[in-house]
Structure formats: structure tokens, C-alpha cells
């Protein structure tokens, strides 16, 4: 069974740049239909998908996020990757990798997900 | 982007039924997902495709559809069941949107 687990810092200043990294463990990045997604959830509050990059490469992001996000992929070590730049405290949140299967056309089904790691934006 | 709109809260009795809709315009055009989060835990896929469960969830979770609105129901709802519940669907850009999420309460 796939797995996926988070990585990065957990403290960020005001206006830097967050990187995490997932890594995928039990499967390759590379086989099947997959989409690799990233998605916030800021306390007590509910979800927001920020973005998914295929293996291809390929990418699509969130329209209220996508000024300041870039996602990518590296199938040699089975990990896919967020920056997330100009940081505020509205970014303060657990943010979780997640696999998307596809149901055909847009329709997609995050069926795994990592256990999520809270990042705090903060001086 | 469009939005999904859930009731804040259900209350239900250990062995009752418990219904949460989700609305939204988009629905009628694309498919309605649901997810399951219990305190500290990420989410977990329950109703993929309207209506289908992945192996492993219990069939007392069941999904189904009508117009602009998405309902999942929990037959028998046991403790267990308690938790925050998601719909989730896309639009065209695509951009994936979830729903407000509904609080299920056990009595």
C-alpha cells in the first residue's frame, strides 16, 4: 500500500518562501494514472487544495494561490515537491501531500494521503 | 471557482441515521467525493463517484446524488463515526474544491 510522508520546516518568516517535499514510499511515482496534489487545511477550518503535478511534469494550481506556487516532480527519488512563496500568516497551516486517482476528464479521487505537517508562519 | 456548501453540524443517536448534503452548482456536471476526518488524522476517502466505496469502508456509509445536491448517509452510525466529513468535486480549470465540512456528533 502506497505511503506518503511529509517533510520541510516547520517555522517560517513573513515573507520567505516555504518548501516541502513529499516522499512516496510502496509505489512508484511514476506508474498509473496518478496525480501527486498538495493541500492546506488551517486550524479549524476546512480544506483548500493548492495544486498537483503529474510525473510527466505537468502541472495545475489552485487560481488563488498560483502567483505564488510551483510544484514539481522527481521520479529518481519518488518525491514530488510545493514552494510556496511570500509567506504571510494567512499561510499558517498543516499542509498534506496527497495521491489523486483519476476517474477520467478532471475527475479525481485523493485516495492517500500523508499525515501532514503544521507550518507556522511566524517572526 | 465554484463553491460546496455543508451543514456546520448533524447530531445523532448511536444506531440512528445521519444525512450530510453537500451543494453546489457543479455537481449536476461532475462528480461528488466524500472524505472522513477524525481529530488529528488526515482525511480519508469514503464515496468516490458518487456513489462508490473504495474496499475497506463499511457499507453503512452510502453515497447518492440529485441536482445540485450530493448527500451522504451513515446507516446505524455507531461512536466510531464521529469525525468532520468533506464532500469534495472539481470544476473545469481544474481546480478540486471541498465542501465547508459537516461535524457529525454522536450522542
Known amino acids: 500500500q502506497v505511503q506518503l510522508q511529509e517533510s520541510g520546516p516547520e517555522v517560517v518568516k513573513p515573507s520567505q518562501t516555504l518548501s516541502l517535499t513529499c516522499t512516496v514510499s510502496?509505489?512508484?511515482?511514476?506508474?498509473?494514472?496518478?496525480?501527486w496534489s498538495w493541500i492546506r487545511q488551517s486550524a479549524g477550518k476546512g480544506l483548500e487544495w493548492i495544486g498537483r503535478v503529474y510525473r510527466s511534469g505537468n502541472t495545475n494550481y489552485n487560481p488563488s494561490l498560483e502567483s505564488r506556487v510551483t510544484m514539481s516532480v522527481d521520479t529518481s527519488k519518488n518525491q514530488f515537491s510545493l514552494q510556496l512563496s511570500s509567506l504571510t500568516a494567512a499561510d499558517t497551516a498543516v499542509y498534506y501531500c496527497a495521491r489523486g486517482v483519476r476517474y477520467g476528464g478532471y475527475e479525481v479521487a485523493f485516495d492517500s494521503w500523508g499525515q501532514g505537517l503544521l507550518v507556522s508562519v511566524s517572526t | 471557482s465554484f463553491e460546496l456548501t455543508q451543514p456546520p453540524s448533524v447530531s445523532v443517536s448511536p444506531g440512528q441515521t445521519a444525512r450530510i448534503t453537500c451543494s453546489g452548482e457543479a455537481l449536476p456536471k461532475q462528480y461528488s467525493y466524500w472524505y472522513q476526518q477524525k481529530p488529528g488524522q488526515a482525511p480519508v476517502l469514503l464515496i468516490y463517484k458518487d456513489t462508490e466505496r473504495p474496499s475497506g469502508v463499511p457499507e453503512r456509509f452510502t453515497g447518492s446524488t440529485s441536482g445540485t445536491t450530493a448527500t451522504l448517509t451513515i446507516s446505524a452510525v455507531q461512536a466510531e463515526d464521529e469525525a468532520d466529513y468533506y464532500c469534495q468535486s472539481v470544476d473545469s480549470t481544474p481546480t478540486y474544491v471541498f465542501g465547508t465540512g459537516t461535524r457529525v456528533t454522536v450522542l
Open positions: 510502496g509505489g512508484s511515482i511514476s506508474s498509473g494514472s496518478f496525480y
